[in-house]
């Protein structure tokens, strides 16, 4: 019986053992994971363990991620001034082809890894996602990059010290309730109004009758000038203008200036929903929000050799993630909005081309030039205007 009992407690102390640092914890050992699959390095494979003597980043990352091009580039600075006192390992779950295409237009010194299997180890929600571990193996910073400078890798490297914000994109502040403005509930319509809630990431999506059709949006931790730009229909924050001595710096994005919406009306009111959604948030906002015109500096999308051929396609389809698009049967005007997401001025639809295309993109953020590559392929090109155009724009105001 003893004998029996002292072995379950042996096995219990192994499995123990075994579960022990499986994950990447701020102040304990970095879980001895092998990256497997390294595409610019002689080395394939590499263990973090392996790794004990010298400091090491781990970046997760993706090529589509906006903020995380910017990282890259800054941590293969970071790498190129401390060489050998320092490794720094980035980390995508893309496939390797996507990844040589970014080695090969960054021409980045980083080791680029390609692997899907480390969230169980390494969790998180949202990249860019950077983890510091100091010689002896132990995570001393869970943070966002841009918290990441050669200052604070040196002090790191020279006296082993850090203290870094954290970025924990799983923690619940159980004294953080989610505050309920204002509620309607009629038979023409369903609106809700909340303030910041923790447990919903930043996004929206719209809302659909038993037919399909769009009958309303639901928006989550969303500033003011967002919940009236997607309710207006605004291609980009590039057409939103202040007014009133108000500045985008009036709406940070915090959890004390983030909301909650959501309208959904009935077929009565489907064709409204977005004007009854406006006048709601006039009605209970200070800031209220309205549609105009100005002349703005923009780029103009051009068709350059009438090469591009209607749609064959059966049914719609618009899916894009970052610089990765997959379109059918959409109008090119859908296109110009695209673009728009990563152009710091508005972009005009100037092509004159009225039908419905299938249009697939793939370029790379850290290259711009490979987006006209693209558009090329369509016959269509992205100009920069010589002057100021009209522009439809949306205008934030004082009540």
Same mark, same amino acid.
């Given at each position: 019986m003893i004998r029996n009992f002292l072995l379950l407690t042996l096995i219990i102390c192994i499995a123990s053992c075994k579960n022990k640092n499986e994950i990447a914890e701020l102040g304990k050992p970095v879980p001895n994971y092998t990256f497997k699959n390294i595409l610019n390095s002689k080395q394939k494979q590499i263990s973090l363990h392996n790794l004990k003597g010298k400091p090491v980043i781990l970046e997760f990352w993706a090529t589509w991620c906006g903020p995380c091009i910017p990282a890259m580039k800054k941590l293969d600075s970071i790498q190129n001034q401390f060489e050998n006192e320092?490794?720094?390992?980035?980390?995508s779950n893309e496939s390797n082809e996507r990844l040589e295409k970014f080695?090969?237009?960054?021409?980045?010194s980083l080791r680029i890894v390609s692997d899907t299997t480390h969230s169980k180890n390494f969790k998180f929600n949202v990249v860019p996602h950077s983890i510091i571990i100091d010689k002896e193996g132990i995570v001393r910073a869970i943070t966002n990059p841009v918290n990441i400078n050669k200052e604070v890798i040196k002090n790191f490297i020279t006296n082993n010290e850090i203290n870094l914000e954290l970025k924990d994109d799983f923690y619940i502040d159980p004294n953080l309730e989610v505050k309920t403005i204002k509620t309607i509930a009629n038979s023409n319509y369903t609106i809700e109004l909340k303030g910041y809630d923790q447990e919903k990431r930043g996004g929206s999506k719209f809302l659909k009758d038993t037919e399909g059709n769009i009958n309303g949006v639901e928006m989550w931790n969303s500033t003011i000038p967002r919940l009236y730009q997607t309710l207006f229909d605004?291609?980009?924050?590039s057409r939103i203008i202040f007014k009133d001595? *108000?500045?985008e710096k009036d709406f940070p994005y915090e959890k004390e200036h983030k909301y909650n919406f959501m309208?959904?009306?009935s077929?009565?009111?489907?064709?409204?929903?977005r004007e009854i959604g406006i006048d709601f948030l006039n009605k209970n906002f200070d800031f209220n929000a309205k549609m105009g015109v100005d002349s703005l500096e923009c780029y103009t999308l051009k068709n350059i050799d009438n090469s591009i051929k209607p749609s064959n396609s059966e049914a719609k389809e618009f899916m894009f993630m970052g610089t990765i698009l997959k379109a059918k049967k959409i109008k090119i005007s859908q296109i110009a909005e695209y673009l728009e997401n990563f152009t710091s001025i508005p972009v005009l639809d100037k092509t004159n081309l009225n039908g419905l295309y299938d249009i697939n993109f793939e370029w790379q953020a850290e290259d711009p030039k490979t987006i006209?590559?693209?558009?090329?392929?369509?016959? *269509?090109?992205?100009?920069?205007?010589?002057?100021?155009?009209?522009v439809k724009i949306m205008e934030i105001y004082k009540k």
């Open positions: 320092i490794e720094i390992i980035t980390i080695i090969k237009s960054s021409k980045t605004v291609a980009s924050p001595s *108000l500045s309208i959904q009306v077929e009565k009111h489907q064709q409204k929903w006209h590559t693209e558009l090329k392929k369509y016959g *269509l090109e992205l100009i920069k205007s010589k002057e100021k155009l009209p």
